[in-house]
């Protein structure tokens, strides 16, 4: 089986884009990851959610995680406020995320092991024809899985 046959459609962000709305997308549709497209819909940065929930837990529970143990839910609404008013781009870790591509005749083995090397639940699809970059779709580890081991 190849990429294409793999690839769904898999909601995108610009790097411009309201940060909290991106936050609300990965949340409402369970995405395992945040594809940000540039301004040509080209694949710019593939996060893993568990890297951008470590964005909205404080430098100081991060760093000894028991102290988190004196914050309740209430304090969480402030989690939404510091998000208030970044973009994808300003909210993104500092650490680059290049995102993880394939052709859409790559192989699901060899999109496999482009996850495993990666550390990425995400890979994108994409179709060049001369100077333009196509996004065909994304395949994530769930469908990958799904295709090794067969759905019950």
């Known amino acids: 089986m190849r990429a294409r046959d793999l690839a769904e459609p898999y909601p ?3 790097a411009e884009d309201d940060a909290v709305e991106a936050a609300r997308l990965l949340a409402q549709h369970k995405l395992p990851a945040l594809l940000v497209v540039d301004s040509d819909q080209r694949p710019y940065a593939i996060v893993p959610g568990s890297q951008l929930i470590k964005q909205l837990v404080p430098e100081y529970v991060r760093e000894d995680p028991r102290l988190g143990a004196g914050i309740d839910d209430r304090h969480l609404d402030e989690v939404t406020e510091s998000m208030a008013g970044l973009t994808v781009a300003e909210w993104l870790p500092p650490r680059t995320y290049l995102p993880s591509t394939v052709g859409p005749d790559t192989g699901a083995l060899q999109v496999a092991a482009l996850m495993a090397r990666t550390h990425t639940p995400l890979v994108a699809v994409i ?12 395949i994530t580890a769930a469908r990958l899985m799904e295709r090794f081991i067969g759905e019950q």
């Open 12 to 14: 995108a962000v610009s």
């Open 127 to 138: 179709e060049r024809d001369a100077d333009q970059v196509r996004l065909v779709g994304a």
